[in-house]
């Protein structure tokens, strides 16, 4: 069985990630594009021999070669397709942030209960394949109990306009990278956050966004680990992404940038890289960030009914600790979650 996808987005994180992952899964061919553009759909769908393309979600809901919409929008596309997906009978995957609000995520899956459909929370954390590693070192005892777990997610600027409107991105910061933190967090403990505070500012664009553009996160999780996040849209320079995770035997760093982790001899050469030593091999960033496994799962998931580990759900426990944070940032006090 091959499912039928349609991608909602062309931008970005559609044309570099979710596109050229299902092209690699042998389980699932992209059937349509949707984006807000006509020619930003053609343009993505002509590159990977997708057959149809357009600017109207219903009428691709209405295709029956239509299986699964893969929501890869900003943030105010995501509660109003995935609502739509569901009452058509369609599966979905709705990428990071589940939605602006809380409310937004419950009406999700309120939707998706009533029809009967899944969806999917694209949560690429947890499936990073070091994350992966980490997470069976973890599980086999290496470093002893976990009992404090760190996040660093940042970036100089967001790439695209939207991020800075929070009438269409839903927040700053805290929503659109904290999300990421917050979930490598919470993979880690293996237990419900009870409560957040959180501290930020608006330090290098405040011109541009009322949005947060910096966010430090003190997180407490039932089991009592303590959980620090660090999340901007301020770093000046160059992005960082890294993870630590301390127990009473060991820790483990998670450098996700720094990537030399094989080496490859080749007489030919081919598609993938040039003849001779490749050092580093050209790693495709859906394949180092975990969106092919991620994808692969949510195919294999729909395809055996298996329950997933990123299932809607974990997108709402996640919104209800950013919009507990978002309530610390002007409280000025731990809040519970
Ligand atoms: N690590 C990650 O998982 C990660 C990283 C970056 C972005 N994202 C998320 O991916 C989503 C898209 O971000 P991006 O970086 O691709 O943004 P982008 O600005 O590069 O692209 C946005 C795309 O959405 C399309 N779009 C806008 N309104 C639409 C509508 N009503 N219907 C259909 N398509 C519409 C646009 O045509 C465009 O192709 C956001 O939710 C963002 O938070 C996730």
Known sequence: MTLGICVVGAGFWA????????????????????????????????????????????????????????????????RDAVVAAAAA??????????????????????????AGTRLFYAENVPFIPAVQEAKRLVDAGHIGRVFRVKANEGIGHPHSAWFLDPARSGGGAILDMAVHSLEFCRYFAESPVTSVYADGGTFLWADETDAEDTAVLTVRFENGVLGQCEDSWSLVGAM????????????ILIDNLHRQPIQV???????????????????????????????????????TGAVSRSEGQVGLDVLQVVSAATTSMTSGKREDV
């Open 265 to 303: 001899i080749s007489t030919a050469g081919s598609a993938a890289a040039p003849a001779g030593w490749s050092y580093p091999m050209p790693i495709a960033g859906m394949v180092a960030d975990g969106h092919l496994d991620m994808l692969t799962h949510f195919v294999e998931c729909i395809t």
């Open 89 to 114: 009978g369609k599966h979905a995957i709705c990428i990071k942030p589940l939605g602006r609000t809380v409310a937004e995520g419950e009406e999700m899956l309120a939707a998706v209960a009533a």
């Open 240 to 251: 960082d992404s890294r993870f630590e995770v301390f127990g009473t035997g060991g820790r």
């Open 15 to 78: 044309s570099q990630m979710h596109v050229p992952a299902f092209d690699r899964i042998p389980g699932a061919r992209v059937v349509r594009i949707v984006a807000a553009t006509q020619d930003s759909a053609r343009a993505l769908a002509e590159r990977h021999s997708v057959p149809a393309w357009g600017t109207d979600l219903a009428e691709a809901l209405s295709d029956p070669d239509v299986d699964v919409v893969d929501v890869v929008a900003p943030p105010d596309v995501h």
